[in-house]
C-alpha cells in the first residue's frame, strides 16, 4: 500500500477558466523543504486540479480509483498522469489544444498523515471555458498591508519612502472586512509590514484576526520586545519571526540605526525570550560600509551560536533605494570585506545546528549584466505586482509594488471606499498591466520597439528598477536590463 498527497507546500486557486498552483508560504524559503520552490506559481487545466483534489494522503490506487468514478475518466490515463509528477524532482509541462499546464517538482508524493484531510473540493475547480493563455490573474492571490511607515529605528540605509510620517488611517473594523473578502477571493497570502509593525495600535488584534482566517503573515521587527508582547505571541501561536541584527558592535549600531546604547541589550532580550518561549526565529543582518568586517559578523556569531529556536541567521547587502539621503556608493558594503565575510562564515558554519545564508553581492538589477538577446530577455522572470498582488498603503490608497509606494502613476484605488475585487479590475490597474504602446512618450525607445507587444504582454518590466536608474517620473523607459538600450 502507498499513500500518496498532493505536496501540502503547495496549493491550488480556482482563476476563471483555469486553475494556480502556487506554493503554500509564498516568498518564504525558510519554510520550504528541499526540492519544493518558494516562488512557484503556474497554470493548469482544471481537470488537472479535480483530480489533484483526490491525493489527499490515502492509497494511491484508492485515490485513483475515486478520482475515476468521480470525474468518469478511464484510470488508466489518471494512473498515466499521477506517476509522471510522483516524486519527480524536475518541472513537468504538459501542452493540450488549450494551452500549456505546468506541475511542480514534487508534486505529488509519499504521505505520513495519519489523518486524512480533502484539503480541496474537486467541484470547486468545475469550468465553462478554458484559458491557460491569459498571463494576469483574475483574482489577485497576494496582498500586502503597510500598517505605518514609522519605525523603531532610524536606519541610515533605509530603502523605504519616509519622506512623510503616516500612521495607519484604515479603520480596524474596515481591515476585518477587507480579509473576509480576500477569503472569498481566494487570496493565498496577506503579509503585513510597517514601518515597524510591532508600532501599529492593533497589531495583536490585526495578526489573531488573520490567524482566525486561516492566514500566517510573515512577522519581522526591530523593536525589541517585552515579555507581554512575548507571550502574546505564544497566544496566537505564531510559529516564527524574523528579528534585524546588523551587528553587536554599539557604537557600529548607534550609527547605523540610530539606537542608544541600551538597544543592544535590549534586543538580546528578545531573543532570550523568543528562546524561553519556544519560537523559532531567524536574524537577518544587512551589510554597509559601517558592519562589513569580520568583527562585525563575529559580535553577532558569538551571541546567538547556543540559541536552539535560531533556524537562520540570513546575511543580505544594502540595496539602492530611489529615497535614500546618502548616494548608494557611499553605503554600500565592499566587496573585498564581503569576501571576507564570506570565508569566516563558511569557517563556523559546521558549528551551528542554524543554518546560514552567505552574503551575497550588491543585489542591484543595475549591477547584472544585461541579457545577450531579447528571447533571453523574454525569459525573465514574472513580477507579482498587479500580475498577482497588490500593495495596500497605510492612508488607504493601493499600489502595485512595494517600492513604488504614492507615486501616483502606480496608485490604482483606495480601500476606503472600493472592495479589493473593484480595484483590481479597475481600468488603472488594466491600462498599466495591458499598457498601449501609443501612451509611452516619444522620448522612450519603448515608444518604438517592433517588438513592444510580446515585449509586454508576457511579462513586465521592473518598474522600481527603471525609476531608480531614470527617476521617480520616467517610469516609461525601458527596463533597465534591455539588451536594446544602450545605455550605461
Same mark, same amino acid.
Given at each position: 500500500?502507498?499513500?500518496?498527497?498532493?505536496?501540502?507546500n503547495y496549493?491550488l486557486?480556482?482563476?476563471?477558466? *483555469?486553475?494556480?498552483?502556487?506554493?503554500?508560504?509564498?516568498?518564504?524559503d525558510n519554510?520550504?523543504p =528541499?526540492?519544493?520552490?518558494?516562488?512557484f506559481?503556474?497554470?493548469?487545466?482544471?481537470?488537472?486540479?479535480q483530480?489533484?483534489?483526490?491525493?489527499?494522503?490515502? &492509497?494511491m !490506487?484508492?485515490?485513483?480509483?475515486?478520482?475515476s468514478?468521480?470525474?468518469?475518466?478511464?484510470?488508466n490515463?489518471?494512473?498515466?498522469f499521477?506517476?509522471?509528477?510522483?516524486?519527480? &524532482?524536475?518541472f %513537468?509541462?504538459? *501542452?493540450?489544444?488549450d494551452?500549456?499546464s505546468?506541475?511542480?517538482?514534487?508534486?505529488?508524493?509519499?504521505s505520513?498523515? @495519519?489523518?486524512?484531510?480533502?484539503?480541496? /473540493?474537486y $467541484?470547486?475547480? $468545475?469550468?465553462?471555458f478554458? @484559458?491557460?493563455k491569459?498571463?494576469?490573474?483574475?483574482?489577485?492571490?497576494?496582498?500586502?498591508?503597510?500598517?505605518n #511607515?514609522?519605525?523603531?529605528?532610524?536606519?541610515?540605509?533605509?530603502?523605504?519612502d519616509?519622506?512623510?510620517?503616516?500612521d495607519?488611517?484604515?479603520?480596524?473594523?474596515r481591515m476585518?472586512?477587507?480579509?473576509?473578502e480576500?477569503?472569498?477571493?481566494?487570496v493565498?497570502?496577506?503579509?503585513?509590514?510597517?514601518? !515597524?509593525?510591532?508600532?501599529?495600535?492593533?497589531?495583536?488584534?490585526?495578526?489573531?484576526?488573520l490567524y482566525?482566517?486561516?492566514?500566517?503573515?510573515?512577522l519581522?521587527?526591530k523593536?525589541?520586545m517585552e515579555e507581554?508582547?512575548v507571550?502574546k505571541?505564544?497566544?496566537?501561536?505564531?510559529?516564527?519571526?524574523?528579528?534585524s541584527?546588523?551587528?553587536?558592535?554599539?557604537d557600529?549600531l548607534?550609527?547605523?540605526?540610530?539606537v542608544t546604547?541600551?538597544?543592544?541589550?535590549?534586543i538580546?532580550n +528578545?531573543?532570550?525570550?523568543?528562546?524561553k518561549h519556544?519560537?523559532?526565529?531567524?536574524i537577518?543582518?544587512?551589510?554597509?560600509c559601517k558592519n @562589513?568586517?569580520v568583527? &562585525?559578523?563575529?559580535?553577532?556569531?558569538?551571541?546567538?551560536?547556543?540559541?536552539s529556536?535560531?533556524?537562520?541567521?540570513?546575511?543580505d547587502? =544594502?540595496?539602492?533605494?530611489?529615497?535614500?539621503?546618502e548616494d548608494? !556608493? *557611499?553605503?554600500?558594503?565592499?566587496?573585498n #570585506?564581503?569576501?571576507?565575510i564570506?570565508?569566516?562564515?563558511d569557517?563556523?558554519?559546521s /558549528?551551528? &545546528?542554524?543554518a546560514i545564508?552567505n552574503?551575497?553581492?550588491? +543585489?542591484?538589477?543595475?549591477f547584472l549584466?544585461k541579457?545577450?538577446?531579447?528571447?533571453?530577455?523574454?525569459?525573465?522572470a514574472?513580477?507579482?505586482?498587479n500580475?498577482?498582488g497588490?500593495?495596500?498603503?497605510?492612508d488607504?490608497?493601493?499600489?502595485?509594488?512595494?517600492?513604488?509606494y504614492?507615486?501616483?502613476?502606480?496608485?490604482?484605488?483606495n480601500?476606503l471606499?472600493?472592495s479589493?475585487? !473593484?480595484?483590481?479590475?479597475?481600468?488603472?490597474?488594466? @491600462?498599466?498591466?495591458?499598457i498601449?504602446?501609443?501612451?509611452?512618450? $516619444?522620448e522612450? %525607445?519603448?515608444?518604438?520597439?517592433d517588438?513592444f507587444?510580446?515585449?509586454?504582454?508576457?511579462?513586465q518590466?521592473?518598474?522600481?528598477?527603471?525609476?531608480?536608474?531614470?527617476?521617480?517620473? $520616467?517610469?516609461?523607459?525601458?527596463?533597465? %536590463?534591455?539588451?536594446?538600450?544602450?545605455d550605461?
Amino acid at each position: 500500500m502507498k499513500n500518496v498527497i498532493f505536496n501540502t507546500n503547495y496549493t491550488l486557486k480556482s482563476d476563471g477558466g *483555469r486553475v494556480l498552483v502556487l506554493a503554500r508560504y509564498y516568498g518564504r524559503d525558510n519554510r520550504m523543504p =528541499a526540492g519544493v520552490i518558494s516562488s512557484f506559481e503556474a497554470l493548469i487545466h482544471p481537470l488537472y486540479a479535480q483530480i489533484l483534489s483526490f491525493f489527499n494522503g490515502d &492509497d494511491m !490506487e484508492v485515490s485513483i480509483q475515486n478520482a475515476s468514478i468521480s470525474l468518469n475518466i478511464d484510470p488508466n490515463l489518471i494512473r498515466n498522469f499521477i506517476y509522471k509528477i510522483y516524486n519527480k &524532482d524536475k518541472f %513537468l509541462s504538459i *501542452r493540450s489544444k488549450d494551452g500549456v499546464s505546468v506541475f511542480p517538482p514534487f508534486c505529488i508524493v509519499d504521505s505520513n498523515e @495519519d489523518n486524512l484531510t480533502n484539503r480541496f /473540493d474537486y $467541484k470547486s475547480f $468545475k469550468y465553462d471555458f478554458i @484559458d491557460l493563455k491569459n498571463r494576469r490573474y483574475f483574482t489577485p492571490s497576494n496582498l500586502t498591508l503597510m500598517v505605518n #511607515n514609522r519605525c523603531y529605528t532610524n536606519c541610515f540605509y533605509c530603502y523605504a519612502d519616509r519622506r512623510n510620517k503616516i500612521d495607519c488611517q484604515i479603520p480596524f473594523s474596515r481591515m476585518k472586512e477587507l480579509i473576509d473578502e480576500a477569503v472569498k477571493l481566494d487570496v493565498k497570502t496577506i503579509d503585513v509590514i510597517g514601518g !515597524e509593525f510591532f508600532l501599529y495600535e492593533y497589531w495583536f488584534e490585526l495578526v489573531e484576526y488573520l490567524y482566525s482566517q486561516g492566514y500566517h503573515p510573515y512577522l519581522s521587527t526591530k523593536k525589541p520586545m517585552e515579555e507581554s508582547d512575548v507571550l502574546k505571541l505564544t497566544r496566537l501561536g505564531v510559529e516564527d519571526i524574523q528579528i534585524s541584527l546588523d551587528t553587536l558592535i554599539t557604537d557600529h549600531l548607534s550609527s547605523m540605526i540610530g539606537v542608544t546604547h541600551s538597544y543592544v541589550n535590549k534586543i538580546m532580550n +528578545t531573543l532570550d525570550l523568543l528562546e524561553k518561549h519556544d519560537i523559532n526565529f531567524f536574524i537577518h543582518t544587512v551589510l554597509t560600509c559601517k558592519n @562589513d568586517s569580520v568583527e &562585525d559578523m563575529k559580535s553577532i556569531f558569538n551571541s546567538i551560536k547556543d540559541y536552539s529556536h535560531l533556524l537562520e541567521w540570513k546575511i543580505d547587502t =544594502a540595496g539602492k533605494s530611489m529615497y535614500l539621503k546618502e548616494d548608494y !556608493e *557611499r553605503i554600500a558594503s565592499r566587496q573585498n #570585506n564581503i569576501s571576507d565575510i564570506t570565508l569566516f562564515i563558511d569557517s563556523v558554519r559546521s /558549528d551551528v &545546528d542554524f543554518a546560514i545564508r552567505n552574503p551575497k553581492p550588491a +543585489t542591484n538589477i543595475s549591477f547584472l549584466p544585461k541579457p545577450k538577446s531579447m528571447n533571453d530577455f523574454f525569459n525573465r522572470a514574472n513580477c507579482s505586482a498587479n500580475y498577482s498582488g497588490l500593495f495596500i498603503l497605510p492612508d488607504g490608497q493601493v499600489t502595485i509594488c512595494e517600492e513604488l509606494y504614492w507615486n501616483p502613476h502606480f496608485l490604482v484605488g483606495n480601500i476606503l471606499n472600493q472592495s479589493i475585487e !473593484e480595484i483590481w479590475n479597475s481600468q488603472k490597474a488594466l @491600462d498599466l498591466f495591458y499598457i498601449n504602446q501609443k501612451n509611452i512618450p $516619444k522620448e522612450s %525607445l519603448c515608444s518604438t520597439c517592433d517588438v513592444f507587444r510580446k515585449c509586454r504582454s508576457v511579462k513586465q518590466v521592473c518598474y522600481k528598477e527603471i525609476l531608480k536608474k531614470y527617476g521617480e517620473d $520616467k517610469w516609461y523607459y525601458p527596463d533597465i %536590463l534591455c539588451p536594446k538600450c544602450n545605455d550605461n
